[in-house]
Nanobody, 119 residues
Framework: QVQLVESGGGLVQPGGSLRLSCAAS????????MGWYRQAPGKQRELVAT???????NYADSVKGRFTISRDNAKNTVYLQMNSLKPEDTAVYYC?????????????WGQGTQVTVSS
């Protein structure tokens, strides 16, 4: 079955860095567009960054210049390097995989990993 397993979350001080990883199995990873989303308590889930199967990236304005999304198709893994972290980055971060058209395509979510930015 399809699994997206996130790791790398934790507690970090403001200004610090973390690198999240999402290891995928059960899918042909290289053809999927991948993304990171986050959800803070009491808020809706929001897009953080995406990377297409071709390697094109897109970022939320709030993380531009601080976060970098990348992928390693040989390892079936997508990464999110997070630098200059702020308390408002605190959230559960979810990995997302999507392929195909809106109807008939496929999309999958990971279980999430907690990121807490606090002194």
């Amino acid at each position: 079955q399809v699994q997206l397993v996130e790791s790398g979350g934790g507690l970090v001080q403001p200004g610090g860095s973390l690198r999240l990883s999402c290891a995928a199995s059960g899918i042909t990873f290289s053809v999927y567009d991948m993304g990171w989303y986050r959800q803070a308590p009491g808020k809706q889930r929001e897009l953080v960054a995406t990377i297409t199967s071709a390697g094109s990236t897109n970022y939320a304005d709030s993380v531009k210049g601080r976060f970098t999304i990348s992928r390693d198709n040989a390892k079936n893994t997508v990464y999110l390097q997070m630098n200059s972290l702020k308390p408002e980055d605190t959230a559960v971060y979810y990995c997302h995989a999507v392929w195909g058209p809106p109807i008939g395509g496929r999309d999958y979510w990971g279980q999430g990993t907690q990121v807490t930015v606090s002194s």
